[in-house]
């Protein structure tokens, strides 16, 4: 079964522990117990155990991943910065003896900072394609007792997302169409009181693979391919594509 989510642990309390039998107890306090092993291996990684770079090492930390005796700790870090805020000059007077405002020395700072401004309007799709398809994706089992779900049970839409494919034509047809389709993820009710959600497929980490993979994107796969073919094989420009 997946990791329990944070939408999953979130349910979990004393109250809903005492609905389980001690069966269900069992089985959901050892995937509690994996997921943790696992939080904790990932958590305990470093460049000396794994393939992280060196960049990723803490300051205060030695080559073996231990406390260097020399370095400064967290705590130190935090007092020694603290020190130094406490001890360092207020708003200095301009020319004219005058202390500037508290607002003018943050414009000054954020003046050159790169990003999109707070507030400022953002950018999405300007075409609005009709929908084709559209599929839902409801849980089929219980994150809590693990009791199989069904249409039968309650339900409701928590997320969805649009995505764009290539597809064959029918029969005595020839090309290629553009489908849309809104993939609809649903959360389920079950009998224990547990809303277990379905979620978009997403890759386990890799070490070697340092981008993550995820069903969250609006091209499908084969229009990537087909992408790819154009500009990579046949060359084209990305302005004819």
């Not at 009709?130 to 339900?155: F, K, W, Y």
């Not at 969805?160 to 609809?184: I, V």
């Not at 981008?211 to 499908?220: I, K, Q, T």
């Not at 796969?221 to 073919?229: G, Y």
Request: aromatic fraction near 4%.
């Amino acid at each position: 079964m997946p990791h329990l989510s944070d939408h999953d642990l979130r349910q979990f309390d004393d109250a809903y522990l005492e609905t389980l039998t001690l069966e269900q107890a069992r089985a959901l306090l050892g995937r509690a117990l994996a997921d943790l092993k696992t939080a904790r291996e990932r958590l305990g990684q470093n460049p000396s155990n794994s393939s992280c770079p060196p960049s990723s090492r803490a300051p205060w930390a030695g080559r073996d991943g231990s406390e260097g005796s020399t370095a400064q700790t967290p705590s130190e870090a935090e007092s020694a910065a603290g020190d130094a805020e406490d001890t360092a000059p207020t708003d200095a007077p301009d020319e004219e003896g005058e202390t500037p405002p508290a607002g003018a020395t943050q414009c000054r700072r954020c003046a050159g900072r790169a990003g999109r401004r707070r507030g400022a309007k953002g950018h999405s799709r300007t075409q609005v394609l009709p929908i084709d398809v559209e599929r839902p994706h409801a849980p089929s089992i219980c994150a809590g007792c693990a009791q199989p779900l069904s249409e039968a049970h309650a339900s409701r839409a928590h997320n969805a997302r649009y995505e764009l494919e290539l597809t064959q034509p029918g029969a005595g047809a020839t090309g290629l169409l553009l489908q849309q389709t809104k993939q609809t993820y649903l959360e389920r009710q079950c009998p224990c009181g547990h809303w277990p959600r379905a979620e978009p497929g997403r890759c386990e980490e890799d070490s070697d693979w340092t981008v993550s993979l995820s069903e969250w994107h609006l091209a499908g796969a084969l229009l990537v391919a087909f992408i790819c073919a154009l500009t990579q094989r046949m060359r084209l420009s990305r302005a004819k594509v």
